[in-house]
């Protein structure tokens, strides 16, 4: 890890590497390829106050639900983490059900219900909604408007955000070869940006955007987050927990809505074990609460209690001042996830969003989307887009640079990974089936991959090597740098003794050597601020690295059983169909090299 990590920076392959010359095109041209709605409520809450909302939620905590929640034949573990490659695949999933062949013929109707239909898309300049919009408009160009909220002083600024960081990018290449010469104004009139924030009373919109969408939004896709680990626990619970009730309070305020999609992520199932099935939160619940009644029935174990939560994070924030109130905040989200049974602060804040919209939604219909770990492009438009050092490419880029040598991480274990365009296509497919039936209820839908086609560590470590021997990174001097097969620690001091070692390797080749053979205070410096940020990196990722949950998709295989052929071909997210191999070497490197670790030269 050594000199460059230190950097701590990302700088490597050009664009036009000829990685992706397998797949890069816009499949767009080579493909062949009743909506009910429900009524508003009188008794819905129309403010966003969260002092409202949560003590409206704590009527909806039945007493006897709790219990029916810890009922050990309720449990969602199902088995423990597998050890072995046979371990891993879980052969019991229930049958995909032989009743969707019917329906199946005829599909889900995807296009006829998207055809027309006004979107509301939080979020939209991260990286998963950019390849929701950008399927959308492709494949659905007579979709209606796509409201698109952007933080932003004012309308010049969010449409100043809109043409930089939407319109202007990479993966709307298609569309533009599609459009020529009329593609900024097919995107101007169909997206609409409105300067808001998901922190502020009614998501910060001005009266007139509010009853614009208001009046003509369909689907509300809320995809806004903030994805850091370890953020400040009153930043993280605004955004990822009241953020969400916040825009489905808005939601109530849309006359002829459909559907709400809450983009969540699989990893809200904390620390739970085994196989973990595709299931709503109830409000107040843990994953310590349930691990400790599923061993003993009769323990009293308090609910988790989401207004004392932010009352908390208020307090402590207010509190405190100076330089260490960051740390303190960042400190205290983490412990108050721990103690429930959360790894970190970003999916425990997570989880107690779905749990906020699960007691504020009322007879609006919801889908809970959870993908795991999401990676680049699979097909749609091309192979291998991403943007940002997305979840296990720091360890990749810094390996590929020969600045680490491994990471510790089981390697028996499983990385859950899904390509973005599936989990957009999976969103799509789950839009229209609720969205058509406009039934009241809660749908969860786990896009992942670790039960249908488990992907171990051990496998991604040869993966990754097998690209980077064929391909090798070029160093500052155009020499190829070559790597050695991809090492697994086994304990972080392993580790940490291991990138001291090479820390010190490292400097004392580019230096003169010292007196006496001793360190000098600059090298330990070196070492030490090395083996910080290493160990930095290896903690934040060990609840992942060595994850013991697997996630079931059986109900979104059975959505995607639901589809006809065609849709099936047009919005496939049959993540067990993926072939790891080519994915990752093929695909997602190339990708991540092209697209992201920039202005390193490689050999192609
Ligand atoms: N990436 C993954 O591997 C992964 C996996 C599972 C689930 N997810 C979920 O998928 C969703 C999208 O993730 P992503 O990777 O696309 O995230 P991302 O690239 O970090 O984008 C986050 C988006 O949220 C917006 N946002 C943040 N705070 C906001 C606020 N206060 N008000 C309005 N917008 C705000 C950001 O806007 P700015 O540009 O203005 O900051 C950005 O557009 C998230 O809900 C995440 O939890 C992601």
Not at 53 to 63: F, G
Not at 257 to 286: D, H, K, W
Not at 344 to 367: H, N, Q
């Amino acid at each position: 890890m050594m000199g460059a990590l230190l950097q701590n920076s990302f700088t490597i392959a050009p664009k036009g590497s000829g990685f992706l010359h397998k797949h890069q095109r816009c499949l767009s041209k080579n493909r062949t390829r009743s909506f009910v709605r429900y009524h508003r409520r009188s008794n819905v809450t129309e403010s966003d106050n969260l002092a409202s909302v949560l003590s409206e939620r704590s009527m909806l905590i039945n007493p006897g639900h709790a219990d029916a929640v810890m009922d050990p034949s309720s449990s969602l573990v199902l088995s423990p983490n597998g050890k072995n490659p046979a371990d891993v695949i879980v052969k019991d999933l229930v049958p995909y059900n032989g009743s969707c062949n019917v329906q199946a013929a005829e599909g889900i109707g995807i296009m006829k219900f998207l055809r027309g239909k006004g979107f509301f898309i939080t979020g939209a300049t991260g990286f998963l909604a950019k390849v929701l919009i950008e399927k959308l408009l492709r494949t659905v160009p007579d979709v209606d408007k796509i409201y698109v909220l952007i933080k932003a002083k004012n309308r010049e600024v969010a449409l100043k955000r809109l043409k930089n960081e939407i319109i202007n990018t990479e993966i709307f290449k298609c569309l533009r070869q599609m459009h020529g010469k009329s593609y900024e104004t097919f995107m101007l009139s169909k997206l609409i940006p409105v300067a808001g924030n998901v922190c502020e009373s009614d998501l910060g919109l001005d009266e007139n955007s509010a009853n614009m969408i208001a009046k003509d939004v369909d689907v509300i896709v809320n995809s806004a987050a903030n994805t850091n680990f370890h953020e400040r626990y009153d930043v993280a619970l605004d955004i990822n927990t009241v953020g969400p009730g916040r825009v489905m309070a808005f939601a109530k305020r849309c006359k002829k809505l459909n559907l709400f999609l809450q983009v969540s992520t699989a990893y809200v199932n904390g620390q739970r074990q085994g196989r973990i099935l595709e299931r709503p939160f109830r409000i107040g619940e843990t994953i310590l609460r349930e691990n400790l009644v599923n061993e003993n029935p009769s323990s009293q174990i308090p609910m988790l209690d989401l207004e004392g939560e932010l009352n908390l994070a208020q307090r402590l924030a207010n509190t405190s001042s100076g330089n260490k109130t960051t740390q303190k905040m960042k400190e205290i989200g983490l412990e108050r996830a721990r103690k429930y049974g959360w790894q970190d602060t970003y999916v425990f804040t997570k989880a107690m969003g779905e749990m906020l919209l699960g007691s504020m939604r009322g007879d609006i219909p919801v889908v809970i989307l959870r993908p795991s770990v999401i990676e680049s492009t699979y097909r749609d438009p091309f192979p291998g887009w991403i943007e940002g050092i997305r979840m296990m490419d720091p360890v990749v880029t810094y390996y590929g640079k020969g600045q680490l040598s491994g990471f510790p991480v089981d390697p028996n274990g499983v990385i859950d990974v899904v390509p973005a365009d599936m989990v957009v296509n999976a969103t799509l497919a789950a839009i229209a089936k609720h969205g058509m039936s406009g039934t009241p209820e809660i749908n969860v839908y786990q896009v992942a991959s670790s039960v249908v086609n488990p992907l171990m560590y051990r496998e991604l470590g040869d993966l990754i090597h097998q690209h980077f021997t064929r391909w090798p990174c070029l160093d500052a001097e155009g020499r190829p740098i070559r790597v050695e097969p991809f090492r697994f620690y086994a304990s972080m001091d392993d580790f940490s003794s291991h990138i001291w070692r090479e820390t010190v390797r490292h400097i004392s080749s580019s230096m003169m050597p010292l007196p006496n053979g001793k360190h000098s205070r600059k090298i330990e410096t070196i070492c030490r601020k090395a083996v910080e940020q290493a160990k930095h990196l290896a903690s934040v990722y060990e609840p992942y690295s060595f994850y013991g949950g697997r996630f079931d998709n059986n109900k979104t295989g059975l959505l995607m059983e639901s589809m006809s052929e065609e849709e099936k071909m047009e919005f496939y997210f049959d993540v067990g169909s993926i072939d790891w191999e080519d994915y990752i070497c093929n695909i997602h490197i190339p990708g991540l090299r092209q697209h992201v670790m920039k202005g390193r030269r490689q050999i192609t």
